[in-house]
């Protein structure tokens, strides 16, 4: 997982901290936030729609910068009263219901103003508008108060980390209907934030623009904000003809709907399922950014807001069935960042995929090591193996022939870091005291150590990156085939069967049915039971026997909570629930143990896992599934405990219930042939009926219609236009 994120659940658990983890604010998950994303830019306010000081990440962002720390608006010096507040299901558009409360000095019964308040935030610019209504019987007068503050701190600091030395502000200045704030960092770059107002303001000052606002009985009035963020070497902003809401809002919903329209539509006789899938699949929308190279899933608000290569790998192979657009995108951009030399401040090495993208002043200037930072030991195999499996699902040979040197380069990378390994297997070590101790996805500082809680030495070899490794020489294996380089082929499979016997040796702990979390430096297993296992399942490596045995560990109520796969079992010395990642449930990581299970015959366990994690959404505000749950046990008539700082969105856990669902159908889509396969498909026992509408295959487009029928699970192919053919099979084991 992204960087920070190895001390946020020591600051909550007693363990270490890492220099530039986030430190838990004030606000929390329960807290409701409501998040706005476009690009490069995002806004966090709370239910009200305010951005207050104090609250760690409320504002608005732009490329790395907050440039809107507060943001309150009053009604004759008092804050509105809360109706309602949601953010639509497309994610473009925060509403607001707010009402005038019993205000000193105010000669307004209570209840009387409705004050409709609604947020689109569009290419760096946060579009708001108020909608006032007299609902009275009488005229009304009062004052209606912005508040402003524009502090221009980085994410970083935004985040917890301490700076001996800042840049200037500028003196705000004034318009008659525009406020602009302005910043020139240490990096000479000037940020600016200009906020206009619609109409003219009664008042105006350095840090709020007041309206008196009349109203007649029953009558009604708009006020608009535009919000624009803006940075330049130069400090000089070139003009443009400002846009207002009405402009803002249909162009943000043209844009959504063309991309959404990729996606197809899932529908089924449970409505909780139906607002799960609706609002994960408009989370992981939102998270898509257009970068320079292509499209990319950024990985969560407010903390991650950028690219990340497992994040987004994790994510497009989640989606992969759905938009295989998305991998497209994220093969595209991590090509283009891979790393090409050594450098051991950016823990990279050639053929090596990054780990994280940051811009931002402490970025640019070097005082944060993330500006393009390769400290993950996975990204790279996980690389192959979504480009093998783009390749399946789409037959986009061309595609990948045009990346087959960046993946021939990730192989090699793979071969030599194995070679110099101590154990012969895929390991790290950080080679810059201020990057990452843990680099797998678990990468918080203590999430590798022995049973009696001992943290280990590098350079460590976790089991999951093997799978990842063995998937990845497999998936290059085909490609290799299809290019027809018949040589390359065979050394890859060879290589990849060496791998899975090298590794049953090395990793299988009869005693815990088990395999070791890690080896150590000294070789030496790590003996705890972990999720990282369940990756296993998910990549092909285990036998069958001790897939078995895996399986029903991680069903275990030691590892099951009830809502999902903890990431460590509660017998363990370093089990707390509260922690990152030493106790903890994750989507993802849950969706992976399911799609590991299923792929060994074990599908009623992935049904268990489906169940327990959409039982946990429909406890969740706005049906969105959040980035990480505590991992406390399953109680009756209680939801999930939630983790206080966890991201919410965020794109792996938003596109989860895709890998869950394509998992219980054993649905997969060979592009070449024009085929969709579905290996012993099931539905939980909650769901009567599923369809699903407007799957592309190639240049056909069909649906899907699934049916309980006597126990089984009945299929209704509809081809509308080209050709594909459904083939269903039974008693299948999905290897």
Known sequence: MPETRSGTSEATGGGLQHPHSVHPGRESIDDGVRVLKDGESFAVFDRHGDAIPGRSSHGVYADGTRHLSMLILSIG??????????????????????????????????????????????????????????????????????????????????????????????????????????????????????????????????????????????????????????????????????RWFDEAYPDRKHRRAARRARCPRIRSSSLSFDRWIDRSVGDVYMMISDTANGPYPYAGVPWYSTVFGRDGILTALSMLWVDPGIARGVLDVLAATQAFERDDVRDAQPGKIVHELRTGEMAELGEIPFGRYYGTVDATPLFVVLAGAYLERTGDLATVRRLWTHLEQALAWIDANASSSPTGFVSYAATNASGLVQQGWKDSTTSVFDHDGRLVEPPIALCEVQGYVFAARRAATVIAHQLGDEARARALEDAAEGLRARFEQAFWLPELGTYALALAGDGLPCRVWTSNAGHCLWSGIPSPDHAAQVGAMLLDPRMFS????????????????????????????????????????????????????????????????????????????????????????????????????????GLSIDGARRAVRLVEPSLPNWVDWLAIEGIVVGDAVLDLRFTRDEGAVAVDPVVHTGHATVEVVRSAVRR
Request: glycine fraction near 8%; include cysteine.
């Open 77 to 242: 010096g008092c804050r509105p009263l809360l109706l309602k507040s949601t953010i639509h299901p497309d994610n473009i558009l925060l509403a607001i219901d707010l009402t005038n409360p019993d205000c000193p000095g105010l000669d307004i019964e209570a209840d009387t103003v409705h004050v409709f308040r609604s947020k689109v935030l569009r290419e760096g610019t946060l579009h708001e508008r108020l909608r006032l209504t007299n609902h009275g019987l009488v005229p009304v007068r009062f004052p209606l108060t912005y508040r402003f503050a524009a502090d221009f701190v980085d994410l970083f600091e935004v985040r917890g980390s301490q700076r001996t030395q800042r840049g200037r502000h500028l003196e705000p200045k004034l318009g008659d209907t525009t406020l602009r704030f302005g910043y020139v960092g240490l990096d000479d770059v000037v940020r600016l934030t200009e906020i206009a107002c619609c109409p003219r303001p009664t008042r105006l000052s350095a840090g709020a623009i007041e309206l008196d606002v009349e109203l007649e009985a029953k009558a009604s009035m708009s006020i608009e904000l535009a919000i624009a963020c803006a940075s330049t070497p130069s400090g000089i902003v070139v003009p443009e003809e400002r």
């Open 562 to 665: 009830g809502w999902g796969v903890r990431t460590l079992a509660t017998h363990e010395v370093r089990y707390n629930p509260m922690s990152y990642h030493n106790g903890s449930v994750w989507p993802h990581d849950t969706a992976l143990c399911a799609a590991g299970l299923a792929r060994y015959g074990m599908t009623e366990g992935a049904l268990a896992l489906l169940t327990g994690l959409h039982d946990a959404s429909s406890y969740m505000d706005l049906h969105r599934m959040p980035e990480l749950l505590c991992g406390f046990a399953r109680k009756d008539g209680q939801g999930p405990t939630m983790y206080p700082v966890a991201c919410s969105p965020q794109a792996w856990a938003a596109a989860s219930p895709m890998l869950l669902l394509a998992t219980c159908l």
